[in-house]
């Protein structure tokens, strides 16, 4: 903090030179600027002003803090102004006489932004804002602020406590002494009979309103009696909550101005959701809101499964659960550009028949009348949006590993990957390379006058270097190579060898169901349509098909036999239909949790048949995705619904044997428990109650 605010930087008496929030940041900006803090002093204020422009920065307690990041700040430097006669910053209750001006580089570091929103937790505290207004000089208001003089207060004074000077880090909660509490005649306080709540603070930039807010609800939630967790998500990063504290909550506070992240985690219970200023000014009505909605019972809707990327791998994770997760990443970007770019290249072929890669560009020549120029069209933007598959498969697998910083250097390696033919196996090794390198730079120790730039500058640079080095010069031809040779076995395929990879191709897909050994099939087939041969079509047809079978197999299944499930599994069975027929092999998923040990055999059989005969029938298919709808760009489509249809009648009787073969004798003769099943399998008439079918 020593070298964030001088006396230089301080002016007791703004509002001489300062009657506008406008005149106040620029009167503090030119002090800046004159200590070479600020390069570009209209360009820093344009900044300043478009941050001023998405919040007011003026909060309860005649507080203004105007504040940006910005790319003509050198350093991260604090100014402080104070008025007599108060400057309007859109405080609710009126003027602010305490004026706090933060200035971050774009690319300010981690450390440097942990002691900005140390300062602004430090406003919420009345003692130091007093101590500010009380100030006699520059040099001490500076002191008072860098925390080189201790606060002082007559409070304090009176009640014997020593000085202190205002912390930079957030003190931990005091929880209360059952035993001390005991001694004095009080009850023991029971720890698990406090009201618990977490919350999550975040604001546009994340250096001043994301801490003040965690402090105000910090502070009420000590005099309210309430056990509080906050995570704030600021400029700085976060820590996520520990989810056993999550789990235990009785409530969730949201005072935010940016989407919450990992917002997922906090479903179903009840919640509060406000901007972050009514956090900073109202957090104890906040909590005793939070408080009303847990007695009255209210809980948010279950959100979406998280992504690979929320759900990155925790630190106590082993190295193949984290891999998993880095690949899983990858694949899950990278399948929308499949889906887009894939079907409109399969429409453009559909339309304008198999030489439509031959017309020439669209931008050069298009005929508005002419369906060959619309095919050309839909064509030419499907391959566009195709480009993009290795280099966004490498990119999210850095992504995955190292956050945003292996972005750049991952969608370089990608790219390197494409112009030397490596293809999907060179975008997997790049990504991971380019995570592990940028890894390796954070790990270094930088001086600090360098460590603004490392995430704007020198970590792209580096790694960006070291990646295409690699990928140039040492791994990626060797990739290249087994790229080529695998794309020649594909083409070679044929006989035994091609109805063996359907097998081993239909039982990835139904193993997991949508999970990574499924998708790792699909990548593979994917993979092969970047550079598409006979081989790797008729590889991409038996992936989709088997991919089809286990959803189509349970609604099928529930219709044939409805008896042996239960009414939400038929209920499950009736959206399964329309889940399989589009290539949602998860539509099979309810079943296969409910009982596992069926479901999935039964899956994996279908799917291996399917994948077998695709093959041997020589099925090919250009779209990665769509199901039962493409099946007019499918070659020998008659043969393909017949090899989907056998899988799905094997899947079907597997299961329906094996859950029929399962007979529970119910104990007692009371029927109970027979009447129970018989509801659920929506038997109406009378049966047998010492032996009736059950799921398991």
């Known amino acids: 903090m020593t070298d964030m605010i001088t006396a230089d930087l301080v002016d007791l008496e703004l509002d001489l030179s300062a009657e506008t929030k ?39 307690g005649g507080i203004g803090i105007p504040h940006c990041r910005s790319a003509h700040v050198t350093e991260p430097t604090l100014a402080f102004g104070r008025s007599a006669r108060g400057i309007d910053f859109g405080a609710p209750d009126g003027p602010a006489d305490l004026i706090f001006l933060i200035a971050a580089p774009a690319g300010a570091d981690d450390a440097h932004l942990t002691i900005l929103s140390s300062l ?16 006699s000089d520059p040099a001490s208001a500076a002191a008072l602020i860098r925390g080189d003089e201790a606060v002082t207060s007559p409070e304090a004074s009176a009640e014997g406590r020593s000085p202190q000077g205002p912390s930079l880090e957030a003190p ?64 700085a990063g976060f820590t996520r909550l520990d989810p056993a504290v999550v789990a235990a909550a009785d409530a969730v506070v949201f005072a935010h101005d940016v989407p919450v992240r990992d917002k997922e985690r906090f479903a179903g219970k009840p919640t509060v959701d406000v901007g972050v200023k009514v956090g900073i000014n109202r957090p104890a009505e906040l909590l005793a809101e939070a ?16 992504s690979p990327v929320d759900e990155a791998g925790e630190s106590g994770d082993g190295y193949g ?59 030419q933007i499907g391959g566009l949006a195709f480009a993009f ?33 490596a293809g999907f196996l060179g975008g997997l090794a790049a990504g991971l390379i380019a995570g592990a390198v940028v890894l390796a730079v954070q790990r270094v120790r930088v001086p600090a006058v360098l460590r603004g730039i490392m995430p704007v500058v020198v970590i792209p640079l580096i790694s960006s270097a070291v990646v295409g080095f690699l990928m140039f010069l040492v791994v990626g031809k060797p990739i290249a190579s087994l790229q080529s040779a695998l794309t020649d076995w594909l083409e070679g395929l044929s006989g035994a060898n091609a109805i063996i990879l359907g097998v081993i191709l239909g039982l990835m897909m139904c193993f997991d169901l949508g999970g990574p050994l499924n998708k790792v099939a699909y990548a593979f087939a994917v993979g092969g349509l970047a550079h598409p041969t006979d081989g790797s079509l008729k590889v991409m047809a038996a992936v989709m098909a088997a991919g089809m079978v286990p959803p189509l197999a349970m609604a099928l299944a ?58 041997a029938f020589g099925c090919t298919l250009r779209a990665p995705h769509g199901g039962v709808f493409v099946v007019p760009l499918i070659g020998q489509p008659l043969l393909y619904l ?22 529970t004798t119910t104990p007692s003769g009371d029927g109970t428990d027979a009447r129970a099943d018989a509801e659920a399998a929506g038997v109406a008439e009378a049966v047998d109650t010492k032996r009736v079918p059950t799921t398991a």
């Open 22 to 60: 406008e005149a106040a940041a620029r009167s503090l900006a030119e002090r800046m600027v004159a200590l070479g803090r600020v390069s570009d002093l209209e360009g820093f204020l344009a900044d300043v002003a478009a941050r001023e422009a998405q919040m007011p920065t003026g909060l309860d």
């Open 120 to 135: 602004a937790r430090q406003l919420m505290d009345a003692e130091f804002t007093a101590a500010l207004r009380a100030a």
């Open 172 to 235: 931990d909660p005091v929880e209360p002494d059952p035993v001390e509490a005991a001694s004095e005649g009080a009850a023991p306080v029971e720890a698990a009979s406090a009201f618990r709540i977490v919350a999550v603070t975040s604001c546009p930039t994340g250096i001043a309103h994301t801490y003040m807010a965690a402090e105000a609800l910090e502070n009420a939630a000590r005099e309210a009696g309430v056990e509080l967790a906050v995570e704030t998500q600021g400029s």
């Open 291 to 306: 408080r009303e909605k847990a007695a009255r019972g209210e809980v948010t809707a279950d959100a979406r499964t998280p």
């Open 321 to 379: 659960t984290k891999l998993r997760t880095w690949l899983m990443s990858g694949v899950s970007y990278m399948v929308p550009f499949v889906a887009a770019g894939g079907l409109l290249i399969a429409l453009g072929f559909a339309i304008g028949g198999w030489k439509i890669d031959k017309a020439p560009s669209v931008a050069e020549h298009f005929i508005w009348t002419d369906h060959t120029s619309w095919a050309a069209l839909l064509f």
């Open 389 to 421: 598959l290795v280099p966004v498969l490498a990119g999210y697998i850095a992504y995955g590993m190292a956050d945003r910083p292996g972005l750049v250097p991952g969608f370089v390696g990608g790219s390197v990957a494409v112009t030397i033919d």
């Open 558 to 615: 529930t219709t044939v036999r409805g008896r042996l499930f239960t009414r939400t599994e038929r209920e499950n069975g009736k959206a399964a239909w329309f889940l399989g027929a589009s290539f949602i092999t998860e539509g099979a998923i309810p079943f296969a949790a409910a009982d596992p040990l069926r479901v999935i055999p039964a899956s994996m059989a279908g799917g291996a048949v399917t994948g077998a005969l695709s093959m």
């Open 642 to 663: 017949v090899a989907i249809a056998a899988g799905v009648c094997v899947s079907t009787a597997v299961v329906v044997v094996l859950k029929g073969a399962r007979k």
